[in-house]
């Protein structure tokens, strides 16, 4: 059962404009969220994190809003450039599991200059 | 420094033979340790933790197996590969608690 959920397979977004990404969960019992990026035949690459009490972290360009009522976080990203095209996976952090992240499926962003 | 090795980056195995993935880590000492599987067209699935040596969580029934032989070596088998096993393995560690994750760079399995 998918907890983490990204519903946007794809998104394309001129340069310069603001790229936003979604993703919702279900289980309330997570306690850190993490946007990681990521190009084919890499490992992901760390990008913004959040915890749950918090409702929005930002970090130059990237910021994170998290809706905790409405279990969706957010990623934003102002401005968008070329290099920022590659697939954004949303991730959540459970206690058990020994803190293994849970990922959704993953976003394709494509930055159009 | 702490790294990450993960091998081979690819691979191409025929149905019913056996597999072998290794991940070693260095740089820390008992670290959480991850297999990772993306699927052609889905996302990052959890295939296996560990939180120390000869202990091995599944999250999911399936054709793989792990095993931990030491603290910083995490090992993803199979006797016997399906065609659904193709994909892209990720290793990944993290020290227990902490908010920092490291991935490897990845095995592209291909089952023909």
């Known amino acids: 059962d998918q907890q983490v959920k990204q519903n946007s397979p794809s998104l394309s977004v001129q340069e310069g404009r603001i790229s936003i990404l979604n993703c919702d969960y279900t289980n309330s019992m997570f306690d850190y969220f993490l946007w990681y990026k990521k190009y084919p035949a890499e490992g992901p690459t760390f990008l913004i994190s959040i915890s749950s009490i918090k409702d929005k972290n930002e970090d130059g360009r990237f910021t994170v809003f998290l809706n905790k009522s409405a279990k969706h976080l957010s990623l934003h990203i102002v401005p968008s450039q070329p290099g920022d095209s590659a697939v954004y996976f949303c991730a959540a952090r459970g206690t058990n599991s020994g803190y293994a992240l849970n990922f959704g499926k993953g976003t394709s962003l494509l930055v159009t200059p | ?112």
């Open chain 2, 1 to 112: 420094s702490q790294t990450i090795h993960q091998w081979p980056a690819t691979l191409v195995q025929p149905v019913g033979s056996p597999l072998s993935l290794e991940c070693t880590v260095e740089g820390t000492s008992n670290p959480n340790l991850y297999w990772y599987r993306q699927a052609a067209g889905r996302g990052l699935q959890l295939l296996f933790y560990s939180v120390g040596i000869g202990q091995i969580s599944s999250e999911v029934p399936q054709n793989l197996s792990a095993s931990r032989p030491q603290d910083r070596q995490f090992i993803l088998s199979s006797k016997k590969l399906l065609l659904s096993d193709s994909g892209f393995y990720l290793c990944a560690w993290n020290r227990g608690g902490a908010l920092v994750y490291t991935f490897g760079s990845g095995t592209r399995l291909t089952v023909v």
